[in-house]
C-alpha cells in the first residue's frame, strides 16, 4: 500500500509541475498571436518615435579617424605583448611539464593510497608491508573446514616481481581464489582510474637493495631455525620453548655462516677475474656513472658464482641445497621471497601449524615441498624434465613467466601464464626495480629444485 501511496504522490507532482511550466508558456503564446493577427501592437512600425535612447548615427569623420587610430594603436600594443611573451612562455613550457607530471604522480600516488588504506590494508598490511587475509577452507564437497589466516604477499617488492600490466592483471581479475577481483573487468567495484593510480602508489613503496637482501638474510636463518627447531610446543613449558629457540637459531646462524664461506672463495675468483675492469671503473670520478658500472660488474661477479655453483658435481652440494631449501621456503613478508607459498600446498595458511589446533578437520600435517598448489608440482624431477640445462632454470626464475612466451628446453617448453614471479632486477617505465634474490640465491633454489 505504500508503495502504491508513493507511486500516486509522485504521479501528482509531476501533474502539478507540467501544469505550472505549461499554462504560463501556452498563456504567452495565445497572447502574441493575438496581438500579431489584431494588429494591437503599438511599437510596430514606430520604433524611432517610441525609442528616445537612441542616439544619431556615429559620423564616418570619427569612425575613420579618431576611433580607427585607437583600435590601430591597441593592436600594435596587444602585437608587442604577444612577441614578447609568447617566448617567454615557451622558455618556461619544459618546466611546466615536468612539473605537472611529477604534480599529477603525486596526485594518483596520494588517491592511490588512500584507496590502499580504504580497501586493502586489512589483508596486506599498513603500507603494504604484509599481513592476512581470512579465508575459509572447504573439502572437495564444498564442506566447511576450517577459517584460517591466509598470509597476504608484501606489495613493496611487488613491481619487481611482476610488470604493471601484470600487476593490473591481478587487481582487475583476482588471484589463486582468494585475492578478489577490484577492477570493473573482473565485476569488481574500482574504476579504470582507481586501479592506474593503485599500482602509482606501488610504484612509490618499493624497497632497495639493501632492505630487500636483509629480509631475505633474516626470513631464510629464522625459517632454517624453525627447520631445526626440535620438540612439540604444545608439550613444552615457556622456558623450554625458549631454551630451543635460541639453540636453533644459533645453530642457524652458524648455517649462514657455513654459506657465506662456501660462496667467498667464488666471490674472490670472479673479482680476480674481473681486477682490471674494477680497477679502470674505480680510476672514474665518483658519480652516476662509476655507481652504475660498478653495479654491472657487481652483477658479473653474482653470475659467475651462480654458474660455478651450478656446475656438475659441485664440491659443497648439500650445503647449496640446504640453503636452497630454506630459500624455497622462507616466511618473509608472506613468503614473497620464497617459492613455497605457491608451490606447497598449505604452506600460505601454515596448514601444518593449524592441524594441532583444529581436531578432527582434514588439514595437512606435513608440507610435500614443491609437491604443487597454485603452481605446478616441482617433485619427480619436474624441473629437470621441463629444463634440461641448469642455467635455463636460473633464467627463468630471474626473468619469471611472461604471458604467450614459452619457456623450458626444446621439445619440453610450455606456455607462459604471467603468473610466476620473477626474482630478479626488472626495469619499467623508466623505473628500476631491484632484485628481490640475488643469482647465487636463484642458483641454490634451483640446486633444491632439481633435487626434488
Partial sequence: MSLLLAASTQRTIGWVLA???????????????????????????????????RLPAVPDEFLE???????????????????????????????????????????????????YEENCTSCHGPGGTAGNAT?????????????VAW??????????????DEVRHVLNFGRNGVMPAWGGPGGGPMTEQQVNNLIVWMRSIQLDEDKIQANVRDGATERKAALLFEGDRDAM??????????????????FMAEVDAMLAPLEAEAEETLAARIAGVERLPEGETRDRELAKIDGQIESFVAADLLEEGFADQETLIGWGEILFSNRADSGVYGCARCHTAGFSYQAVELARTVDGNPVIDEYDQGGGAFGPSLTDGATVTRFIEPGQQQSFITIGSQTGVSYGSTGRSAGGSGQMPGFGARSEGGNDYNALLTQPEIAAIVAYERSL
Fill in 135 to 147: 579465508f575459509t577452507l572447504t573439502d572437495a564437497s564444498g564442506n566447511f573446514v576450517s577459517q
Fill in 19 to 53: 501544469l505550472l511550466v505549461t499554462v504560463p508558456v501556452l498563456f504567452l503564446m495565445v497572447r502574441r498571436a493575438f496581438v500579431i493577427f489584431a494588429k494591437a501592437d503599438p511599437e510596430v512600425g514606430s520604433e524611432v518615435e517610441l525609442a528616445p535612447n
Fill in 65 to 115: 579617424g579618431t576611433r580607427l587610430d585607437r583600435s590601430l594603436g591597441a593592436g600594435l600594443v596587444t602585437l608587442a605583448l604577444i612577441g614578447v611573451l609568447l617566448p617567454l612562455y615557451w622558455l618556461g613550457e619544459p618546466g611546466r611539464i615536468d612539473g605537472a607530471e611529477a604534480n599529477w604522480d603525486r596526485i594518483f600516488t596520494d588517491r592511490g593510497g588512500e584507496s
Fill in 151 to 164: 598470509a597476504a604477499p608484501a606489495l613493496n617488492t611487488i613491481l619487481t616481481r611482476f610488470s604493471e
Fill in 237 to 254: 613449558s615457556d622456558a623450554e620453548i625458549a631454551d630451543e629457540t635460541a639453540r636453533s637459531m644459533a645453530a642457524a646462524e652458524d
